[in-house]
């Protein structure tokens, strides 16, 4: 059965910090003009970034002469190469701030728009997408994961109230359907999924019934089982996630 995408359960949290005022949109003129560069800028390693990320669970706080470091700070590579750009407030990372592999390629972006849109996005090495995160007042909307060949992996969208699935779904590295969960009935929480084989085929399907209680998704009521061929094998009753016949 499908369970909550995990990162929700940081919403609480980030729907605190959310309402700081410090996430107003920042002029990249200002910012520019504010530029300066901390005695530890070799020392942090580009994942290092995160601790002082309230938003990602980061609670520690960068210093500089004995004192919390504030507005935009550049950080390098011994050669020089640019590693990190981001705007700080009492020693944290609360707005805007992008990371930079050695090559050069962009490693992270961070970009909270006022308080209501925060999105992260972040790359791997050869500069294609790694995953896709957009969150709207504290809650996650739409969550995409890539394949390291580039193809998408997971694309998730959520109901920007609630966090619930919208819609759901897996793909393989060949870029053809997984699974999908895709919801029918949103007055009662009713869904239907779809599993498939790597060559496209349905490989099971049937409707599953999302249990708020539980924050859990349920296969729920008659699901049909198919062979590679697209025949049917199998069918199988299910209540409340559990296969009853």
């Known amino acids: 059965m499908i369970k909550q995408f995990a990162i929700l ?22 910012i520019e003009q ?14 290092d970034y995160t601790k002082y990320t309230p938003l990602l ?12 470091i504030n507005g935009m700070i550049k950080d390098f590579y011994p050669d020089s190469t640019l590693k990190h750009k981001g705007y700080y407030q009492n ?31 972040s790359y791997y090495y050869n500069g294609l997408p790694r995953e896709y ?10 969550y995409i994961e890539y394949h390291p060949n580039g193809k998408m992996a997971t694309y998730e969208e959520h109901d920007k109230k609630k966090g619930y699935y919208i819609s759901l779904r897996n793909y393989y590295p060949n870029g053809k ?17 779809k599993e498939f084989f790597p ?12 249990n708020a209680a539980q ?7 008659s699901w049909k089982i198919y062979n590679e061929k697209g025949l049917i094998v199998e069918t199988r009753q299910y209540y409340e996630g559990e296969l009853v016949l």
């Open 133 to 142: 995160i957009e969150y709207r007042k504290g809650v996650v909307v739409k």
């Open 199 to 210: 060559s496209g085929q349905v490989k099971e399907e049937g409707p599953v019934h999302y």
């Open 215 to 221: 924050y859990d998704y349920q296969r729920n009521g």
């Open 57 to 68: 669970g980061g609670k520690e706080v960068r210093m500089k002469d004995g004192l919390k």
């Open 177 to 193: 359907l997984k699974s999908s969960l895709e919801l029918v009935d949103k007055k009662k929480f009713d869904y239907y999924e």
């Open 9 to 30: 359960s940081g919403i609480l949290l980030l729907a605190l910090f959310m309402q700081n005022p410090a996430f107003a949109q920042i002029d990249e003129l200002d």
């Open 91 to 121: 020693g944290q990372l609360v707005s805007t701030y992008k990371n930079y592999f050695p090559n050069g390629k962009l490693e992270r972006s961070f970009t909270a728009s006022g308080t209501f849109k925060l999105v992260i996005e």
């Open 34 to 47: 504010t530029d300066s560069i901390t005695d530890d800028s070799l020392n942090i390693s580009i994942d």
